[in-house]
C-alpha cells in the first residue's frame, strides 16, 4: 500500500521508485491505490487494486483521519481521457464539448458524464470509473509486456494533450494532475 496524504504518487521520484520497486520484486501488487495502479502494472507489476473513494484509494495510518471533501457531495468520477478523477460538480461547465458529451465505456453506452453532477448517480459514477479503469487494464494485458510501459506512457502523454487541447477550447486553465506530471517526466517529458 502506498502510504501518504492525498495522492502518493504526486511527484516524479515517488513514480520513478514504485517502477524500481515493482521492477526488482517478483510477484508484487499494489492495494489501495488509484488509477496509478496501471502503471505499476504496466512497469511490471502482478496487479493491483483500485479504490472505490478516496478512503479506499489511500492509505492512512489507523490513528490518522482518512482524506475526504465532505463540502461537495457530487460523485468523484475517473475520466480516463485525461487521466484525472473530477467532482461531479466541475463537469457542468464542460457541457458540450466532445470529451464530455458521450462516454463509450460499458456502462455510460454513449452518454454525456456530465450526468454526473447528479449526487443521486454516485454508483453509476462508480460504476462507469470501474468500467473504465477496467478497459484500460484489459488493453495493458492484452499487449507483450515489454511494450505496456511504453503504452502506458503514451496514454499520459495522450492524456496531457487532450488536457492542453480543453485548455484551448475553454480557456480555462487545465494543469495536469501531479501523478500525470509524475508519469511524464518518467516518460521524458517535462509539463509545467
Not at 23 to 36: E, T
Not at 85 to 108: A, H, I, M, T
Not at 178 to 192: N, S
Request: glycine letters at 6%.
Amino acid at each position: 500500500m502506498l502510504g501518504k496524504d492525498q495522492d502518493p504518487l504526486n511527484n516524479a521520484r515517488a513514480v520513478e521508485g514504485l517502477v524500481q520497486l515493482v521492477q526488482s520484486v517478483d510477484q508484487i501488487a499494489v492495494l489501495r491505490c488509484d488509477h496509478g495502479a496501471l502503471g505499476a502494472y504496466a512497469f511490471g507489476a502482478s496487479g493491483g487494486s483500485i479504490g472505490m473513494n478516496t478512503s479506499t484509494r489511500h492509505f492512512t495510518a489507523p490513528d490518522e483521519p482518512g482524506w475526504a471533501d465532505h463540502s461537495d457531495p457530487t460523485p468523484r468520477v475517473f475520466l480516463p481521457f485525461i487521466m484525472a478523477w473530477w467532482k461531479g460538480s466541475r463537469l457542468p461547465y464542460y457541457e458540450g464539448d466532445p470529451l464530455f458529451d458521450s462516454c463509450l465505456c460499458s456502462v455510460c453506452d454513449g452518454a454525456s458524464l456530465i450526468r454526473f453532477q447528479d449526487e443521486r448517480l454516485k454508483p453509476e459514477a462508480d460504476a462507469h470509473s470501474v468500467a473504465c479503469w477496467s478497459a484500460m487494464a484489459q488493453e495493458l494485458a492484452k499487449s507483450d509486456p515489454s511494450h505496456r510501459p511504453e503504452q502506458w506512457l503514451d496514454l499520459c502523454r495522450k492524456a496531457y494533450a487532450r488536457l492542453d487541447d480543453l485548455e484551448d477550447r475553454h480557456e480555462l486553465l487545465q494543469p495536469p494532475s501531479k501523478q500525470l506530471k509524475a508519469w511524464l517526466r518518467l516518460a521524458g517529458m517535462a509539463p509545467v
